[in-house]
């Protein structure tokens, strides 16, 4: 069998809307094998109870296109998807599942793809290049499609000096009613903000620069909108923001929230956002990870 790891991703880092994502240190795992025929998926965790097993699956359907840039067909598939990144919460589960997918046939029928036809394959899947480009990729990665191609730079992410403080409540958010409540246009002014904050965040993450992200992860083109299905976030923002964090964010589409902290400030942090949870929040936990440089690999 052919395994892949795959890292979960948060999207929309501060203003980069439809842009910026950071792959995080929490992993899926998809093995795959060809069989004689038919289609077979075991997801032995708990997201088997509402992931399809048929030729609605995500890593099937991925696997496929492959297998077609390829001029193949498979006879048959057989997938073992192994599940920790949390589903529909903002935290990239099905592109973990598309790149998943994607390298893995990739590897099954010797399609060859590039790193390159690899990112640009999973964001035409996707529809947006922010969570699928640093799964593949890693570290913090500026994506922009263009004309079906995806032009990407991948930034890698200081791991000694920063954690993220990734808040998951239990309640889901789909991506398709977080998108609806977008504006099809936006003040010239809310261009400008997010424009310049994408560029000074983009820059003070290459120079280690951290002062700057308090301002450098504010946004004005998506969180505004989607704050109204996300019951507790401005209360999470301000705590985070007293309890030492750099800034924080709405990751993905929601409705994960991300806190960017220094390693020195962790203890501090935790102290403080595990009694405030529990006493205000109930329905929120909290996960630290770390960036994941290397992003998706065979196994
Ligand atoms: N950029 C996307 C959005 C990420 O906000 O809709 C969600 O997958």
Redesign the pocket.
Known sequence: MITVKVPATS??MGPG??CIGIALGLYNTVSVEEIESGIKIDIPDETGRFLPKDGRNLVYRSMVEVFKAAGRKPKGVHIIQKNNIPVTR?LGSSSASIVGGIIAANALCGANMSQNDIVSMAARIEG?P??TTPAIVGGMAIAVTNNCNTYYQKIPVDKSHLKFAVFIPNFILR?KK??SVLPSSIPHSDGVFNASRAALLTASVMAQNYGNLKVALEDRL?QHYRKGFIKGVDKIFKKAEESGALGSYIS??GPTIVSIVKTEDENKFLASMSQFLPQRLVDWSLIMLEVDNMGARLI
Do not use: E, I, V
Request: charged share 20%; proline share 0%; hydrophobic share 30%.
């Open positions: 999207a929309n809307f439809d903002g947006h922010d969570n991506t977080a998108r998506h993905g589409a």
